[in-house]
């Protein structure tokens, strides 16, 4: 079964996705990670949210492919909080094959109202395991 | 040069955590993330993996610990990681971040911000890198 990232072109947008964190949801993102300090919210709980829905609409997990998170950029402007509607908008920014390996990076603006507060890059490999 | 309490060549506090299959599957069911590479036993096994290994941005999540811890409130307001993901964490297997950092500068365009360079990463109890990058955070004097 073809996924749509191996179809995908560079420029193809994916989104808006609406995201928003209760306090709740915070602490059990720390939770998740083993942390007890729940004082604060992390940027990247936004872009655990916003992956998560990039990898629903690609199609990139299933038991058909091996797909790797090779690295990942996160950059905010802006303190985040509970509660904020923030909208993440992802755009592909390269999609190639080496050696039956695919190579992707979808790159992901957050806006809260009309103000651009963050950017995040997550590059991915993915290998098919049924040609 | 702008005081700050930030000098370079400060350590940052270090985290050192137990990876449990547990934490691997409430950080699924937390991100949403089912790849059953994570949760999947059989699955991984068919894998090049061999077996279940933990999400690429729990580990990052704990790295993001060290520097909320490191800096306090002056994380939160402005700043930036980079990270390449060098090798995979085994469920059961024990990681430990560790981060230097590296400068300490007055932000080119906006004096009154100090800008803070850090050297980042995360290793297991055998020396092996699994994250690895850099941060650098913005803050206000």
């Given amino acids: 079964m073809k996924y749509s990232l191996a179809k995908d072109k560079p420029g193809k947008t994916y989104g808006p996705y609406q995201l ?34 990039l990898i629903n609409e690609t199609g990139i997990i299933s038991k058909d492919l091996e797909t790797i998170h090779a690295g990942q950029e996160v950059t905010w402007e802006k303190p985040m909080k509970s509660g904020e509607s923030i909208v993440a908008q992802g755009t592909l920014k390269s999609n190639n094959i080496r050696k039956d390996i695919r190579f992707a990076k979808i790159v992901v603006i957050y806006t809260k109202g009309s103000v651009q507060i963050g950017t995040s890059t997550t590059s991915i490999i993915i290998k098919e395991k049924n040609d | ?127 092996s890198i699994v994250i690895e990058g850099s941060a650098l955070l913005k803050v206000r004097t």
């Fill in chain 2, 1 to 127: 040069m702008i005081e700050t309490i930030y000098k370079e060549g400060d350590k940052l506090v270090s985290i050192k955590r137990k990876i449990t299959q547990d934490l691997i599957n409430c950080y699924a069911n937390v991100s949403g993330d089912h790849n059953p590479i994570h949760i999947n036993k059989e699955y991984a096994k068919s894998t090049e993996f061999g077996a279940r290994i933990a999400h690429g941005m729990l580990n990052l999540g704990i790295v993001s610990e060290m520097l909320q811890e490191s800096f306090q409130e002056d994380w939160k307001f402005e700043g930036q990681i980079k990270t390449k993901f060098t090798a995979p964490v085994y469920s059961g297997e024990v990681i430990s971040t560790y981060g230097t950092i590296i400068s300490v500068q007055p932000s080119t365009l906006i004096p009154s911000i100090t800008e803070i360079q850090c050297s980042i990463g995360c290793k297991k109890e055998n020396g």
């Fill in chain 1, 20 to 53: 928003s964190v209760t306090k709740k949801q915070s602490e059990s993102y720390y939770s998740s990670l083993g942390s007890k300090n729940f004082n604060s919210l992390p940027p990247l709980i936004y872009v655990t949210l916003a992956l998560t829905k």
